[in-house]
């Protein structure tokens, strides 16, 4: 077993007066695939959006108990979230390139960051960013194209190399699929098994094949509250609860 | 009802509908053509002007001056004699009275078209050489066909002996059409033939300008600030219906307004193209911050979140990416809202921009006129020569609006492209 590199203690998310997510406890292992299902509206998205706080940016937002990272609590109003979000990368449900080159689009996060002073530095990111990402041999002699003329899961894949190239610690992924055709879908899972060798990973789906082929470990949020968390195995062959049971069988949702 | 009957009667809604449809687009097109017909018909000969073709003797003995003579002294010196001279000559006139009514012929600046040729040429003094001069008002239109000759006397302002000139000239063809310079160089006059756009085109210049200048950064940094910054609270609300209500109001009450503040209480000069700007600026600043609001809100917030999570930081994600996206949407309303400014002359009518103003401006703090205004005073002129002059000047300003509302229509649709 991987070491906790997140931990959730008691997370409560308030949309104004309608509560979002109810004392959640959740360790999330460094170097893992976690996956995160439930049906929609289930409070899955919001609590990833804790993990990098872009809840922030919704006003009515309110969010309350602890999230740690290696032990160091980040729901503290005196903590930088840009320096955050540079550890914590995210890739969106609907893939979101920058109307720029795909050059720029890589190169973007490196740049505001510091990271490659010289153009030669920038290069190398972006080529080490776009291999991991298994979209180099696809874009390279074409850089300086729009990020927004790739296909959508050229774009996607795109996304996840954005988010990459300010070498995150954690990689969050909210649907990153769901816009996605098979093909493209099973390009991005072989993606995420590669890299969870680097990067710990949490991804929101739909799903329940793709929870089973690209997670080690699965929890399932009903109505905002986590109802079960295990090993991926154990969770869809064995749950505990009848309510993971019925979900995980089809039976709601 | 049947079905037969059903899809009939649907059919033909359809068929009516599709008539009103066209009926009303004809109708407008036909009531722009009518307007466009009129202000060309108009307008379009007060691009030409007539002259007459003079035989110019520079003699030694009516001049003070000799060749040669520097820029000051030709200034200075009288051309007078020479001028009335040289008139005379085109025509035998019998007595005084006539004579009066051939010198009447030429516009009251004979005398300087003289000497200005002069000062091209200053070693003329006893040769004798041709000289298109500018035929008055009355002869102007008179040859261009606006003048009706077929009236008694007594109600014609050209008389009996200055049409037989008028033909014995067209006769020996000495009146020519020339190119209007002086339309488009001139400040305005009493005389039609000399009046020109040169001294509004110049105001609106001016004041167009200024109000670009204090409207545009203000509108930008307010709408970005509101759009991405503001918190969503009663406040702003507040602020968003308030910006919708000054864009509604009437723009004389923005003349009102900058009377009282610019001109009575902070004293700025009057009728000047500063003024002018200022008050522009007021009235346009609203209508730019509603599209510059609206270009900011198109941009999708994928685009923000996409930024805000690769660590970029509010400010660096607004300005990063949501302003350039935005900004052609912006720059295209701002050009629709400086077209509307510079069609505007309610304001401008208050703050004194109204007044007779012969000099060009040279400075945006001279007293100056405005084209929207410039139209608004010939329109009101008696003299035929000013009619066509009026269709003329809101011909320059037609001009100038298309060319303003194409540029902003190009920036938007560069804009639509590029998120393809």
Redesign the interface.
């Known amino acids: 077993m991987n070491n906790v590199k997140i931990k959730s203690k008691n997370l409560n998310v308030y949309y104004g007066e309608k509560q979002a997510l109810f004392d959640v406890n959740l360790d999330l292992n460094e170097k893992e695939v976690t996956a995160l299902i439930g049906p929609s509206g289930c409070g899955k998205s919001t609590f990833i959006r804790c993990i990098?706080r872009?809840n922030d940016?919704i006003?009515i937002c309110k969010v309350s108990g602890n999230i740690e990272i290696d032990g160091v609590e980040i729901n503290d109003k005196n903590l930088d979230v840009?320096?955050l979000?540079?550890r914590v990368?995210?890739v969106?449900q609907?893939p979101?390139?920058?109307?720029k080159s795909i050059y720029d689009n890589i190169s973007?996060?490196p740049k505001?960051?510091g990271k490659g002073e010289t153009k030669s530095e920038l290069d190398e990111i972006v080529e080490n960013s776009l291999k991991k990402a298994a979209l180099w041999e696809e874009v390279k002699d074409r850089l300086d194209e729009p990020g927004?003329?790739l296909s959508g899961g050229q774009q996607q894949r795109l996304?996840i190399a954005?988010?990459i190239?300010?070498n995150p610690e954690v990689i969050l992924m909210d649907e990153p699929c769901s816009a996605l055709d098979p093909i493209a879908t099973a390009k991005i899972e072989e993606l995420i098994d590669e890299l969870k060798k680097t990067y710990t990973i949490v991804i929101v789906t739909h799903s329940m094949a793709q929870a089973v082929r690209v997670s080690q470990k699965t929890g399932f949020f009903h109505l905002g509250k986590l109802i079960e968390v295990g090993k991926t195995e154990k969770i869809f062959k064995n749950p505990d609860n009848k309510m993971t049971q019925d979900y995980i069988t089809g039976r709601f949702g | 009802m049947t079905k037969e009957e059903r899809l009939k009667k649907r059919h033909s809604a359809e068929k009516r509908f599709r008539f009103y449809g066209l009926a009303s687009i004809f109708v407008a097109l036909l009531f722009v053509l009518i307007l466009v017909h009129n202000i060309f018909s108009k307008g379009s000969s007060a691009f030409m002007k007539t002259a007459i073709n003079v035989e110019v003797f520079f003699d030694q003995e009516l001049l003070e001056i000799k060749n040669g003579a520097t820029e000051d002294q030709i200034l200075e010196a009288d051309f007078y004699d020479i001028t009335i001279e040289s008139l005379l000559k085109v025509f035998p006139a019998q007595d005084l009275d006539q004579e009066n009514q051939l010198i009447d012929l030429f516009t009251t600046d004979a005398e300087i078209e003289i000497k200005r040729a002069f000062l091209e040429n200053n070693n003329l003094i006893g040769k004798k050489i041709n000289l298109e001069i500018t035929a008055s008002d009355d002869i102007d239109q008179l040859h261009k066909g606006n003048y009706p000759r077929d009236l008694p006397e007594d109600r014609r302002r050209i008389s009996d002996f200055q049409l037989i000139i008028y033909d014995n000239l067209v006769e020996n063809k000495k009146i020519i059409k020339n190119f209007n310079n002086y339309f488009f160089k001139n400040g305005d006059s009493r005389d039609p033939e000399l009046a020109g756009i040169g001294g509004a085109l110049i105001g609106s210049f001016y004041s167009i300008i200024i109000c670009l200048l204090l409207a545009f950064p203000v509108a930008v940094l307010a709408s970005i600030y509101l759009e991405e910054f503001a918190p969503k609270n009663k406040i702003t609300d507040f602020i968003e219906i308030n910006i919708n209500n000054l864009a509604a109001v009437p723009s004389i009450v923005y003349g009102l307004l900058a009377l009282q503040i610019l001109l009575a209480t902070i004293q700025l000069p009057r009728s000047t193209p500063l003024v002018a700007g200022i008050t522009l600026a007021l009235m346009t600043l609203p209508r730019i911050i509603i599209p510059c609001r609206a270009s900011l809100k198109a941009v999708p917030p994928s685009i923000r979140e996409g930024a805000l999570a690769v660590g970029a930081s509010k400010f660096q994600s607004v300005f990063h990416h949501v302003v350039p996206l935005a900004l052609p949407g912006t720059l295209s309303g701002t050009i629709i809202g400086l077209a509307q400014a510079l069609g505007e002359t309610a304001p401008l009518i208050l703050i004194g921009m109204v007044a007779f103003v012969v000099d060009i401006p040279s400075t945006p703090i001279d007293p100056s006129s405005s084209l929207p205004v410039q139209v608004y005073l010939w329109s009101e002129s008696a003299e035929r020569g000013f009619v066509e002059k009026t269709s003329a000047t809101i011909m320059m300003l037609l001009s100038f609006l298309i060319v303003m509302n194409f540029l902003a229509v190009y920036l938007r649709q560069k804009f639509e492209k590029r998120w393809n």
């Not at chain 1, 979101?96 to 109307?99: D, E």
């Open positions: 990098n872009m940016v006003d840009v320096s979000r540079e990368g995210m969106f609907k979101n390139p920058f109307p973007y996060g505001i960051h927004t003329g996304c954005r988010a190239s300010v």
